[in-house]
């Protein structure tokens, strides 16, 4: 069982919109943080945005705010990103991960990732 | 927002090294910082968080120290699986950032 496995990647041209999944199994996603997390390809790692388990409050980074939307459907245990204007500087992989409880809000668990290419 | 500066970016050593990554935080961040471990093609894994606390399965090879604004990454004993790359992240304030990233070659 893969605790966290995204799905919705794919090629879209620039100006285009994307929806990412990530479904989690083995916890309870509904008390638990989430986040995305992207890398372009052969760089570092990039935090996009955040929601909490219960209060559902967001943040995001000022590089996808106003373009991408964070949300959650906790009886079905998934995370969306819905990601609109895309730009060639969103081409990544993106990363669904759960902030811990007990970890002082690291990152514990992470999903295998979902390419996103944005071109024309 | 918080930055946070990795060095060396790259580092070579030889398998029973003893190696240090630093990452400095350009504002105190108290012990909110964790080391993460991501091998080519693969998510990162958590390695250490609250700056020092060793997460559950990772080897006691790896250790994490510091508090405000610098912290360190040791591997006592470099083995060949830990030839990859380190990435810190800052968890004080939003938005989280993750330093730069540190590619441990092999000599």
């Known amino acids: 069982e893969v605790p966290l496995l995204e799905s919705g990647g794919g090629l879209v041209q620039p100006g285009g919109s994307l929806r990412l999944s990530c479904v989690a199994s083995?916890?309870?996603?509904?008390?638990?943080?989430m986040s995305w997390v992207r890398q372009s390809p052969g760089k570092g790692l990039e935090w996009v945005s955040v929601m909490s388990g219960r209060d559902t409050t967001t943040y995001y980074a000022d590089s996808v705010k106003g373009r991408f939307t964070i949300s959650r459907d906790n009886s079905n245990n998934t995370l969306f990103l819905q990601m609109s204007s895309l730009r060639a500087e969103d081409t990544a992989i993106y990363y669904c991960?759960?902030?811990?409880?007990?970890?002082?809000?690291?990152?514990?668990?992470w999903g295998q990732g979902t390419m996103v290419s944005v071109s024309s | 927002d918080i930055q946070l500066t990795q060095s060396p970016s790259f580092l070579s050593a030889s398998v029973g090294d003893r190696v240090t990554i630093t990452c400095r935080a350009s504002q105190g961040i108290s012990r909110y910082l964790a080391w993460y471990q991501q091998k080519p093609e693969k998510a990162p894994n958590l390695l250490i968080y609250?700056?020092?606390t060793l997460q559950r399965g990772v080897p006691s090879r790896f250790s994490g120290s510091g508090s405000g604004t610098e912290f360190t990454l040791t591997i006592s004993s470099l083995q060949p699986e830990d030839f990859t790359t380190y990435y810190c992240q800052q968890l004080n304030s939003y938005p989280l950032t993750f330093g730069g990233g540190t590619k441990v070659e092999i000599k």
């Open positions: 083995g916890f309870t996603f509904s008390s638990s943080a």
């Open positions: 991960a759960r902030i811990g409880t007990y970890v002082l809000g690291a990152f514990d668990i």
């Open positions: 609250a700056a020092s």
